[in-house]
């Protein structure tokens, strides 16, 4: 098994930057994919960004495009989420997530194709 450990969440306002940590430990030698979801209050849990571990290749929701980085560290233990241009509407819980599974084209931000999850960690953003 895996788990997930995250770090980094806090307040910030409009227009500031955060920076989230996630930490694997365990059956790590087996992720293939791991990357960051959140959830708002009322809405649904969505994917904003996932990392192919094998290959670096990252992908990103349309809405963080260009403001959010994601990154694998300390050979693929550790993934970080670079936020700037934080904006109201990124205020939720963001939560880390990580499968050993392949993950087909088009379906790399839907959580229903990550088995390991994070307790999550809130990042709240004032205007």
């Known amino acids: 098994q895996v788990q997930l450990v995250e770090s980094g969440g806090g307040s910030v306002q409009a227009g500031g930057s955060l920076r989230l940590s996630c930490a694997a430990s365990g059956s790590t030698s087996n992720i293939k994919y791991m990357g960051w979801f959140r959830q708002a209050p009322g809405k649904e849990r969505e994917g904003v960004a996932i990392?192919?571990?094998?290959?670096?290749?990252?992908y990103y929701a349309d809405s963080v495009k260009g403001r959010f980085t994601i990154a694998q560290e300390n050979a693929m233990k550790t993934v970080s989420l670079e936020m700037n241009s934080l904006q109201p509407e990124d205020t939720a819980m963001y939560y880390c997530?990580?499968?050993?599974?392949?993950?087909?084209?088009?379906?790399?931000?839907?959580?229903?194709?990550?088995?390991?999850w994070g307790q999550g960690t809130l990042v709240t953003v004032s205007s």
């Open positions: 990392i192919y571990i094998d290959s670096y290749s990252t």
């Open positions: 997530a990580a499968t050993r599974s392949w993950v087909t084209a088009g379906r790399k931000l839907y959580s229903g194709e990550y088995d390991s």
